[in-house]
């Protein structure tokens, strides 16, 4: 394997970002700067999306987040558990990290990757509903000043399910803000799951299909597992839900990234729970088998590649 394609078989975002920062190893760092979610606020709906643990949910952190202190501790751990690393993009995941007036955006991410030390970007998740015109505008200028990447979350590409798992936007939606954040000059990441209920057999070559479709740099593929305390936990501790073992997770990512353009990064191709939480098997938490399992299927060989 070899060029964008790399030895995995599919384009990683290790490659993509020693790509975009060359000679430099570059690690995401994730902050939590207290937002709270349209999906669980109200504005949209309340409850949440039935996979998501928002059994840990709080309206905002009681004053202003600690983002040095985390940036501190976040490269502390980082250091120990890579061998190296040279700069790091502040990774602002937990729930909707644009659902916010835009004074406040502003106080938080204007010049933040000048303030905390060997930060060379930024990443933000966030949902299709939460980017609004004058919130657009803010991210381009913020694009300016920093790597920018934001992570849309689309999830499904039927309105139906969406609609099963309570998402709160439809995929209209999803392909309006993609509209309006096309050659915005910050990057875009894509965050779909596979294994849904009712999904249909073609969902992966449908899903890979939308994607390579779209201007997008990279995507997250997430597998449906039930955690503790959500919606689908409860369905499934109760036997009405089942959840893709590891050999279906690993088809179908398999057939998805067989779609993607060749400059399309993934990001991730399996989420994982910690134990606490997790109520369905575990094979999730194995990244690594995972990955190697992927490349096996793609490459047709017994053996995962060694790096
Ligand atoms: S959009 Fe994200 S944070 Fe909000 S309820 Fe859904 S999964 Fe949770």
């Keep these: ?48 999306c039935a996979y998501c643990d928002n059994a840990a949910f709080a309206p905002g952190l009681e004053g202003p987040p600690d983002l040095a202190g985390q940036w501190d501790r976040g490269r502390a751990f980082l250091r120990r558990r890579h061998r190296r690393v040279d700069g ?42 939460a980017l609004p015109p004058a919130t657009v505008e803010f991210l381009t200028d913020l694009a300016r000043q920093t790597f920018l990447t934001v992570e849309i979350g689309l999830q499904s590409d039927r309105d139906d399910l969406l609609k099963a798992m309570n998402r709160g936007h439809d995929v209209a939606s999803f392909h309006d803000a993609m509209r309006r954040t096309d050659g915005r000059g910050f990057e875009r990441c894509v965050h779909v799951i596979l294994g849904l209920p009712g999904e249909g057999p073609d969902a992966p070559e449908r899903l890979g299909d939308l994607l390579a479709g779209l201007a997008v740099e990279s995507v997250k593929i997430h597998n449906l597992h039930a955690v503790r305390g959500t919606g689908w936990g409860r369905a499934f501790a109760a036997g009405h839900l089942a959840v893709p073992d590891r050999k279906a997770h690993v088809d179908a990512v398999h057939r998805l990234m067989a779609r993607l353009r060749p400059d399309q990064a993934v990001q991730r191709l399996v989420a994982d729970a910690p134990d606490r939480l997790l109520l369905s098997d575990s094979w999730c938490q194995d990244k690594r088998g995972v990955l190697e399992s992927v490349w096996r299927l793609a490459s047709g060989v017994p053996k995962g590649p060694c790096r």
């Design 1 to 48: 394997m070899c060029g964008n394609v790399g030895v995995w078989g599919y384009r990683s975002y290790r490659q993509h970002l020693e790509d975009r920062f060359p000679g430099r190893r570059i690690r995401k760092l994730c902050l939590q700067a207290g937002f709270t979610c349209p999906n669980l606020d109200g504005t949209v709906a309340r409850g949440g």
């Design 88 to 129: 790091f993009i502040a990774y602002f995941q937990a729930f909707t990290n644009t659902h916010a007036p835009l004074n406040r955006l502003r106080r938080l991410y204007d010049g933040v990757a000048d303030r905390l030390p060997q930060c060379v970007g930024l990443s933000l998740g966030t949902r299709p509903d």
